[in-house]
């Protein structure tokens, strides 16, 4: 399995020359954006650690650009805020969404709840507005399998080296949990060509432009 990665940390470029658009349909929603500014989901997703987080701050640094805070039963971290990280419910309040139909897509992590809620994306595309929807491989193919329309971006590490070296750096996950997300990661990245678009994640504002401009925003950020 390991060799995988190794040959692919040498054929970093050959992984760089395969940013792609993938599906087509995408592109007409993109040219529909930059005619009409139509409002659009966003959605990058990737392995742990190829720099999902990273880019969706640059992105949000844009006024178009609208983040999507999911819903969970889980307890706020410390530092965490109610309705910017997570809107944080009871799981009787979470029950009665689901009842009520509020969501696009829940799943069960570990033990908590977890939702994507549908009116703030509603709100949010209606209003001409990036709807930027940061979200793990299973949830991205969950929303496909849902048919939820947007443009579905997989963002890849240059390689499987770097990927390791960046998780690492981060200094967030034990050496175990580091081995399992690594070994995700190969998985994960055989998923990606049920994507829109591959980005690959070499240079962060190389990778920020691309992405911008597959979303149809200008080349600068707007900003109030
Ligand atoms: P994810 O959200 O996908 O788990 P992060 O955004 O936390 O990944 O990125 C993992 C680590 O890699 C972080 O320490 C981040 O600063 C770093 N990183 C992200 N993108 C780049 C890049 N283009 N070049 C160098 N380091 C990067
Ligand atoms: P954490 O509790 O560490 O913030 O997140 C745990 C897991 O929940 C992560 O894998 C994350 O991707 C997933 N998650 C966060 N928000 C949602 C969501 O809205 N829907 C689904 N299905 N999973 C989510």
Known sequence: MWNVCVSRSRTSSKLHSESQQLNPKANQQMNQQN????????????????????????LLLDDD????????????????IDGQHYHFLSPEEFRAKISTGDFIEHAEVHGNMYGTLKSPMEE?????KVYLVEID??????????????????????????????????????????????????????????YDHI??????????????????????????
């Open 199 to 224: 980005v690959v994640n070499d240079s962060l504002d190389r990778a920020v432009a691309e992405i911008r401009s597959i979303a149809g925003l200008p080349a600068e950020a707007s900003r109030g």
């Open 35 to 58: 005619s009409e500014r139509a409002g659009s989901m966003l959605l990058i997703s990737g392995p742990s650690g190829c720099g999902k987080s990273t880019i969706c701050k640059q």
């Open 137 to 194: 491989v299973q949830g991205a193919l969950q929303l496909k399998a849902l048919e939820v329309e947007g443009i579905y971006v997989f963002v890849a590490p240059p390689d499987f080296n770097v990927l390791r070296e960046r998780l690492s750096g981060r200094g967030t996950e034990t050496p175990e949990v580091l081995e399992r997300r690594l070994k995700k990661a190969e998985d994960e990245y055989r998923e990606r060509e049920r």
């Open 124 to 128: 949010a595309i209606a209003d001409g």
């Open 65 to 80: 650009v609208v983040f999507s805070v999911s819903a969970t039963t889980r307890a706020p971290r410390p530092g965490e």
